[in-house]
């Protein structure tokens, strides 16, 4: 344990309270566009993962010509990028940086080569334009304000507005054709550019250009006047109906009775029973009275005892002693007035 | 005294005119663009990428040495891009008999310099040409296909050829740029 403890203590002391720079660290990458061959941005990161100020130098050809950034991009007093212009930039030479910065008492260096026309992003096309053709055939032009058209490829972007899906496209030239549209639909086109392979290895696209459109467009009279109708006239017109509706339906009692009808109480209809016929049924259900009468039983049975015999001349039965003898009888018939179901089927069978 | 005049300027023409060829470019396209633009988009560019494709894969974790970065650069410079390419290819002739480099990198290597030379017509010193490119045109394709195609160690070789790749790449680019008005 203190063997352990004298060898972390001089690590501590020597990497002081920030981490150590070549542990925490991470080594930024140079990373350079040259912007439609006018001027190029190098960056190398931001302030949040630059852990040091780094000055940036270039050179072509001798190691001896090392020119440092004459225009550095800053964040917050942190250097992450440098600025080119033109009469800095040589294109089809070997082109190499270092970045250089001093952290902790030594010295930290990045060096990369790189070859400026692989770099290279045009400008987005302009001057869209679209061109009737026969056949229904449309032909797209465009220029491009990069310096050496004859050294671009581009891409076209287009759907109408019954399309779900971008269709995008390679071309050569300068031209497009669509072979043929429909009249009855919207089109939008992009266009977006790159140096070819001829002239260059770059991987960077333009942006895409300002969209031309043609077709039934919004800036119809016709389109105009029937986008209003939808948007407003008729939701106007269907809610003043729909108030005109309720207005009737609460004025009208018919109406709303026969749209809403009354739910069904049948609590007042009982009312004479409980209150006038005192709950009988009969009465209020106004049963003839001979009716009830044959529902009351006009006959009585007597009751019939059983009782066993005692035998002859064996044993004195048991229970003469204490006990009194256990009898079986028939249960007490019924008082009049009492409805037995059962028991007056039994007295009928 | 104008035969003193005479004899002492008199052997100065004949050396005038034998000084003055080793100057002028030996390749017959200089002013034929048009067929060169032609040729190298729908031909040479197609074996240049390829060969650019196997230079990539082979090793050159070396050459970023300090001991491999004093090779010898080849510059394109501004209004002698023929020149540049010739004598870049001509160079990349050297590469064909190294035996450190794999043989379809070294093979496919002299074909484009054979190409670059035939597209521009031009020649190269010590007849590295004629002893190396009827030999490649012939046998090119064939024999990088089924030839062995081990990996060899990254060497000064390697790396030689593989600067002398990117610079000839690069002025083919920079040269297809300027005719493509």
Known sequence: MAALATFLVPVLLLCGPDPCPAAAHSQPEVKCVLFNEEYMNCTWGSRETLKANYSLYYWYRNTSNKVECKHYWQDQDIRVGCYFNQNEIIQFQPFHVLLKASMGGSTLEISKRMELQDLVKPDAPVNLTIHNMSNNQLQLTWATTYPKAKCLEHAVKYKSNKDTDWMEISVNGDVFSLPSVDYKKFYTFYVRSKVNKYCGRTQLWSEWSVPVVWGSNSTSKGTVHWLWIHTVLIPIASCLILLVLVILLVRMERVWVILMPRIPNPSKNFDELFITHNGNFQEWAGVPKDVVESFKPNYSENICYVSELPPKDSYEPLWESSNPPPSVMPSASPAPGEHSPYKNSYGRV | ?181
């Open chain 2, 1 to 181: 005294m104008f035969h003193a005049f005479f004899r002492s300027t008199l052997p100065v023409l004949p050396l005038l005119l034998v000084l003055s060829p080793v100057n002028s470019s030996s390749c017959a396209m200089e002013n034929k663009t048009t067929e060169i633009h032609v040729k190298y988009e729908n031909i040479l560019i197609h074996d240049i990428n390829e060969l650019v494709n196997i230079s990539a894969q082979n090793r050159d974790r070396c050459c970023r040495n300090k001991n491999h970065k004093n090779i010898k650069v080849f510059f394109c410079n501004d209004t002698q891009e023929i020149e540049s390419l010739q004598s870049m290819a001509c160079n990349m002739l050297r590469f064909f008999h190294k035996q450190r480099i794999s043989k379809a990198f070294r093979w496919k290597a002299a074909f484009v310099s054979c190409g670059t030379l035939q597209v521009l017509k031009c020649k190269c010193e010590g007849h590295r040409k004629e002893k190396v490119c009827p030999h490649v045109n012939v046998f090119g394709k064939e024999d990088t296909e089924t030839g062995e195609q081990s990996r060899k160690k990254c060497n000064q070789e390697v790396c030689e050829l593989k600067e002398n790749i990117s610079s000839l790449r690069s002025c083919w680019n920079k040269f297809e740029k300027i005719i493509s008005r």
